[in-house]
């Protein structure tokens, strides 16, 4: 292929590639430098090199600790339960019945609901003691002397990964069905028609199929999982152990001002990210294996 | 039901067959789908339930379910002037989705028809500003708007949201552009179609579902986002969400103002989700993987 050629087809690739790295990497390329430096707004001062400070700050800080262990357990409960749930449903909902389009409907409204509001719901409306849902049907089934819980303070976490399932549940749940849907039904038909049992055509034929879609969906929801800030922020504010990075980093940023130390745990959560994206990406996942033309 | 459905289940003979007689655990299960449907929904309904109450009945215990309609707190929510945060909110989704389109369309068409070497190299790349959470980057943008006078301005939000989206979008329509099939593009050279006429017979019948989806995929999540709508705006380029955070004050309750609040700000997501979830489950699984 001539020079000219090939420029003329990287061209329409150019704009949105180069508008990523100006918006995205430079950002995080000062993130990288700042992360190595004292910079603290309060003390405007004593800004300078800092070497790996920071990072040993971040790494041995109670806090810090706690709030990569709460990411890491708050984004694999998440995924997991919503994936499962969501293939359940997805299943249920492959099947011809009366009305699937409402239920269907029903089902996907959890994801259509603002974050933000969507975490307000749970904390007043749902979880709160005193005229919650929760409690009041508690009252409503057991009368006025019925047990009645500050949900959210018993069970911070706990609480906002039931939010978070509800509302990734339908995402997991819309993207399996698209995967089921486009199964090739004469292949399982035949099977049938051979003697497999239900559970041996499930694991034989239609697991296989949707391991790209399961992939997929596990892929997006955790990429944004990760990264969740509005129910943290909303349900518990980070109290009460809750604290994942990204509250974590907002709070030091944006509350403590100290730019060196957010900067690093920012470094820390990409490097986490990264290397596990890349190990899922190119080891375990099929989706980077279609061929090219 | 909606179409894509109708026409599917056609092309399944044998499953109508077999439901045709209906055995006892298909009503099981048919009553177990419904059944978790609803209950998914239930605390949808129960906010719809609760902002249609006085202050009073909505903070009830235990609630009371038949209490008279009021609609005191979408009365008292729209006193306390959301129109400005809202009007914002659609500013910044509905250009940036724009932008989003724009640069996304020729990137995707350059990674899939006649790609460009190393594409997938280029995919990954922009995938991988995915994994960059965005809490990363809060700081370099918060000091560089603060500099060049750009915080509290909705165009700042614009650019990056624009820059959120774009990677789905590119993968997303680089998958519906691979649909297009390159014997149709070859036929069209030989007959002498220009690049033009090429891209509105042959690519743009295939692609404008894609296109769809993913345009009402950007526009959702532009709708919700709040971690960098609070950072960097203030009073005049206030969105929805950020809006919404404000409003819990610790004085008193406002528990039905709060539910039809939170109802309003999901309506433009509801409304288009509900009308285009076709396009959501195309969009979702990437036209993808098929």
Redesign the interface.
């Known amino acids: 292929m001539n020079k000219a050629g090939a420029w003329a087809r990287r061209a329409p690739l150019l704009p949105a590639l180069i508008f990523m790295i100006i918006v995205t990497q430079l950002p995080f390329l000062v993130t990288l430098v700042v992360s190595f430096m004292n910079w603290n707004a309060y003390y405007p001062d004593d800004r300078g090199f800092a070497g790996v400070d920071n990072f040993v700050s971040v790494l041995t800080d109670v806090n810090a600790r706690k709030a990569i262990f709460v990411t890491v357990l708050l984004t694999v409960g998440v995924v997991l339960i919503s994936l499962i749930v969501g293939l359940c449903i997805a299943l249920l909902l492959d099947r011809k019945f009366r009305g699937r389009g409402v239920a269907r409907t029903l089902m996907i409204t959890p994801f259509l609901v603002v974050p933000v509001a969507a975490a307000l719901m749970w904390k007043h409306a749902l979880f709160n003691p005193e005229y919650g849902l929760l409690n009041g049907m508690l009252k409503m089934v057991f009368g006025d002397n019925a047990p009645q819980r500050d949900w959210i303070t018993d069970n911070p976490l706990i609480s906002i990964v039931v939010a978070l399932v509800w509302q990734w549940t339908p995402f997991m749940m819309l993207i399996l069905l698209a995967g089921l849907q486009s199964r090739p039904m004469d292949v399982v038909e035949a099977a049938r028609i051979d003697g497999a049992s239900p559970w041996q055509i499930f694991r034989s034929m239609t697991l296989p199929h949707l391991r790209p879609y399961i992939e997929l969906s596990g892929l997006l929801g955790a990429i944004y999982v990760v990264q969740n800030f509005d129910a943290v922020f909303t349900i518990t504010s980070g109290g009460l152990g809750t604290a994942n990075l990204p509250y974590f980093i907002y709070q030091t940023f944006y509350t403590a001002h100290d730019y060196g130390r957010a900067s690093a745990a920012g470094v820390v959560v990409v490097i986490g990210t990264i290397i596990i994206a890349t190990f899922a990406l190119r080891t375990a996942f099929s989706l980077f294996q279609e061929d090219s033309r | ?2 179409s894509t ?1 109708v026409k ?2 056609a ?2 003979p ?3 067959i077999r ?1 045709a007689k209906p055995k006892r655990s ?1 009503v099981l ?2 009553g ?3 059944f ?3 209950m ?2 239930l ?2 309904v ?2 719809v339930l ?1 902002s249609l109450h006085t202050e009073q009945d ?6 009371k379910l038949g209490a008279p309609i009021s609609l005191d707190g979408y009365r008292s929510f729209f006193d306390s002037g959301p129109w400005p945060p809202i009007a914002n909110s659609l500013t910044a989704s509905i250009v940036s989705t724009f932008l989003v389109l724009v ?2 369309l ?2 995707a ?4 028809i ?4 190393k ?2 190299d ?1 995919m ?21 708007a603060q500099k060049v006078n750009l915080l509290d301005n909705i165009w700042l939000l614009i ?2 949201y ?2 959120m989206n ?2 789905i979008a ?1 993968w997303m329509l680089r998958s519906f552009l ?1 649909e297009v099939p ?1 014997e149709m593009l070859e036929a069209a050279q030989v007959d002498g179609a220009g690049l033009v006429r090429t891209l509105k017979e042959i690519v743009a019948p295939v692609v404008m579902p894609g296109i769809a989806s993913a345009a009402l995929i950007c526009f ?1 999540f532009s ?2 986002e ?2 960098f709508a609070r ?1 960097l705006t203030g009073t005049r380029a206030e969105t ?2 950020v809006f ?2 404000g ?2 004050t610790s004085q008193g ?1 406002f ?1 039905a103002k ?2 039809a ?3 309003v ?2 309506l433009p ?2 409304a288009a ?2 009308a285009a ?1 076709d396009k ?3 969009g ?3 036209g ?3």
């Open positions: 039901m909606t459905t599917k289940a092309t399944r044998p499953l109508e439901h298909g299960l048919t177990l789908a419904w978790i449907s609803v998914f929904v605390p949808v129960w906010m609760t909505a903070a009830a215990n235990p609630p640069l996304a020729p990137a068409y350059a990674l899939s006649k790609p460009v070497k594409w997938s280029v990954f790349f922009f995938l991988s500003t995915k994994f960059l959470p965005v809490v990363a980057g809060l700081l370099p943008v918060y000091l560089f650019i990056l624009t820059s774009l990677p590119v691979s390159v959702i709708w919700n709040l971690l950072v929805a969400p919404l955070t409003f819990v309750l528990l709060v539910c609040a939170s109802l700000v999901s997501v509801l989700g509900f979830q959501l489950v195309q979702l699984s990437m993808a993987v098929k």
